[in-house]
Each structure stands twice: as C-alpha cells, then as structure tokens.
C-alpha cells in the first residue's frame, strides 16, 4: 500500500489528463460544427437549380411559350443556349413583316424540319425563300398583301397546311382561288372581312369543304346561300362574327357539327326571326357560346333567343353576362329552357359591383330546382384587367343560395376573400386565383 503523498499526486495527475481530455473534446465538438457549415456551404454551392433538373424536352416547352424572352433566355447557361438553338420548333414562327430577310433565312436554318407558322402582313412578301419548304407550311396568316400572295401560292401544293386565316379586304370570295387544289389536307379556315359567293359560284366549289374541321367567318355582309348548299361533311367547329347568322345556318349541312360560336357583328336593318331548318338540323352541337359584339339591343336579344332554339341540344353554354336577364328568365320560360340536356354554363365577363346577373341566376336555378331538373355546374369568369380592389366575400347569402342550387360553382379570375379557404368538393365555392384581398359584393 503506497503512501498518502502518493495517492495525492496520483490523483492530481488524473485530473490533469481529464482536463487535457475534455479540453480536447471541446476542441473537436467545436471542428465538428465547423466543418459541417463548410459541408452545407459547399453543398448549397454545388446544388443543382431545380429548373436544371427538368428533362431538355420538358425545358423545349417552357422556352417555346416564351418567345419574346429567347433572346436573354441564351444568355443563362450553354445547356439552355444549346436546348435553343437545337430546338427546330423555337424557330418554325416568321412574321415576315417584321423579321428581315436574313433572320428568315436563319429561322429557316434553325427550324431544321419542324412544321412551319408564317405570317404575311401589309408589306408585299418575298416568299422565294420559303417556296422550297413548301411542305413544311403548317400555318399562314394573310393578314395583309392578300392578292399578291394569294396569286403565288395558289400555283403550288401546300401538302402539309392545316390551318389557314385570310383577310380578304372586304372582296367577293368568289374571286379566290379554288383551294381544293394547293390546300387539299386544309382542317381550319378562317375568313376575315370576305364577301359571299354569287349564285354562279357555289361556296363548296371554292374552300376545301370535305376536310374543313373548323371554319370561322368574320364579316358586315349577310352570307345568304341556297339553302343546304354547303356540304361540310368532317365540320365540327362553325364561329360565325356576321350581322345575321341565321341564313348561313340555314345553307349548310354539317352533321358532324359539335360546337358553335357567335359573336354579333354590327347591324343595320332587320335580322331573321325564324329560321327554315328543322328542329334536329343541328341536333349533335353541344356547345355553344354566345360572345359579346356589337351593342346589345332588342334585336341581338331577339336573335340570341332564335339561336337558343336553332341548337336544342346544348349541354355546354359559354355566355356573356349582358345576355343572363333575358335569357335566364323567371316568371316565364325562356329560349335557353330548350334546352333539356344542359349540363354546364359559363358566364363570362363578371362586374363586381351589381348582384343583379346573381339575382336572375339564382331565380332562374331554383325554377328549376322546382320542377325536378338536375342541378347544374357552374363556372363564373371575371372580365379582364378590372379593379381587383373591388372583390367578392363568398360568405353573403347570395352564394350560399347559389352554391345550394348548382351542381358546383367554379370562380375563374375573380377576386375572393384570401381567409375563405374553401374544399374542392361538389356544391363548393372553388377559387381559382385565391391570391386576391377580400370585401364586398
């Protein structure tokens, strides 16, 4: 057994060596949390962007939607640089009013086989350049310049255009060139500020109505043809911005006809109050929107109620709300209550500010709900670029009653109250922008 200095000194030197130990130990805790801020710094540094991470065909599609950006866009990183210029379908679009013959050229170029979108305006266009890709031609505006291009391309074949828009200046489409012949695989047609064909020259035996799938006219004159002249076997979609509808509706024969747009143009004298087709002419059109055009008057109303008629079988209705009061009545039945397989209404161009249009729609819904017809889906749009300070609270009675007689009501682009956060079930208020402050109808 040592001695009492012994154990003293012995002990004294085990609390040096704990000391040095926990000196130590410190000293590592302390690296340790060092070196993993130095591990999350370089980790933060090396770490990929999540746009980065997307897949090149994925990024192609943002950058296509971003046409006007692509100049900066090339400037970010070489992989987007190269995802750019390696993209066909990022330089397929030519205006040749603004784009100078050498960026056609590169466009061209870069363009490699991608389905080509040109568009001709008021200056007079070279087109030899782009007469080689004649069958890469997939879309051309003739906005402008129309004579001089149509003279030209009528001379070719345009195997591949799908969708043609012509402004014809207020001239007779009789004078156009029978396009069966240099557009024969033609699927929309567009006709803007045309006159109609004379009697000597029917309209069939002018545009490519076999395959025409969509057909648009946007006109001051009334197309009043034969009636069912116009064979438009494969037609699905008919917009029509005319004075007078009715007679056109009348000349043409679409059985495969399932949607109809009709934007009123303006009007001098009478317009048609009955029409001469049957009540199954246009049985199979499901959707029809009703857009706004020249001021509403008694006979735009007028006209509207007809054409509620001429398509019974609606299931899908886009309509302006200037129209809801005599359309959607409550004491009597109205034009759109032909409509007996209805499913769906959109009312578009909402004002906040007057709970009329929601008073005539509630009234017109509960008449239903009265007389055991089922509920509806609803989807009300808000007019554009208006004061969003002005917004709508869900909560007044108004929307409880609305939201109890519709299927369910959809809010798109209109301002709600941000604390209303609301279930996305069936009956529910749903808004689609709910990054809107809140008040009062």
């Known amino acids: 057994m040592g001695s009492l200095s012994g154990a003293r000194a012995e002990l004294a030197s085990l609390q040096r060596k704990e000391l040095q130990l926990l000196q130590e130990l410190s000293d590592v805790r302390k690296a340790l949390a060092a070196q993993r801020v130095v591990l999350d710094e370089l980790v933060k540094a090396s770490a990929v962007p999540y746009i980065d991470r997307l897949p090149n065909e994925l990024l192609a599609e943002i950058f296509f939607l971003l046409r006007d950006e692509r100049k900066s866009l090339v400037s970010v990183s070489r992989r987007w640089r190269a995802i750019i210029f390696d993209t066909g379908r990022m330089w397929s679009e030519i205006d040749l ?8 050229k590169l466009y061209l170029e870069r363009s490699r086989q991608a389905p080509l979108t040109l568009t001709i305006e008021y200056t007079e266009p070279e087109l030899d350049v782009f ?23 009528s001379e070719i074949i345009l195997p591949s255009l799908r969708h043609l828009v012509v402004d014809g200046v207020g001239s007779s489409i009789d004078e156009m060139p029978t396009m069966c012949s240099w557009v024969p695989a033609l699927k929309h047609l567009e006709l803007i ?10 309209l069939c035996q002018i545009i490519p109505a076999e395959s025409l799938e969509e057909l648009s006219i946007t006109g001051y004159d009334d197309w009043k043809l034969e009636k069912d002249s116009v064979h438009l076997p494969s037609l699905r979609r008919l917009a029509l911005n005319l004075r007078d509808p009715i007679p056109f509706l009348e000349a043409i024969i679409a059985p495969k006809l399932a949607s109809f747009c009709f934007t009123p143009g303006y009007h001098e004298g009478p317009i048609s109050k009955t029409f001469a087709g049957t009540r199954m002419k246009f049985n199979n059109v499901s959707h029809l929107t009703l ?4 001021e509403v008057d008694e006979e735009t109303l007028g006209l509207f109620k007809l054409l509620c008629q001429v398509f019974c079988g609606i299931r899908h209705a886009d309509i302006h709300v200037d129209y809801v009061r005599t359309l ?9 209550d032909h409509w007996t397989r209805i499913e769906s209404l959109e009312i578009q161009n909402i004002i906040l500010g007057s709970s009329q249009p929601f008073r005539d729609l509630i009234d017109w819904f509960e008449k239903r709900t009265r007389f055991g017809q089922s509920k509806l889906h609803l989807k009300l749009k808000g007019e554009p ?28 682009s209109i301002p709600v109250s941000p604390q209303l956060f609301l279930p996305m079930s069936a009956g529910s208020l749903l808004p689609i922008s709910p990054t809107y402050t809140a008040l009062n109808v």
Request: charged share 15%; proline share 10%; hydrophobic share 35%.
């Open 131 to 153: 007469l080689p890709h004649a069958n890469r031609w997939h879309t051309l505006h003739i906005l402008g310049s129309t004579w001089v291009t149509l003279s030209t391309i």
């Open 291 to 294: 857009s706004p055009g020249r």
């Open 385 to 412: 670029a208006r004061d969003k300070l002005v917004t709508l609270n869900t909560s007044d009675i108004l929307f409880q009653r609305l939201q109890e007689c519709c299927a369910s009501v959809v809010l798109d």
């Open 328 to 336: 959607f009545p409550y004491y009597s039945q109205g034009a759109i």
């Open 97 to 104: 009013e603004y784009d100078f013959p050498t960026m056609q």
């Open 193 to 202: 500020h045309w006159n109609p064909p004379s009697p000597y020259r029917p």
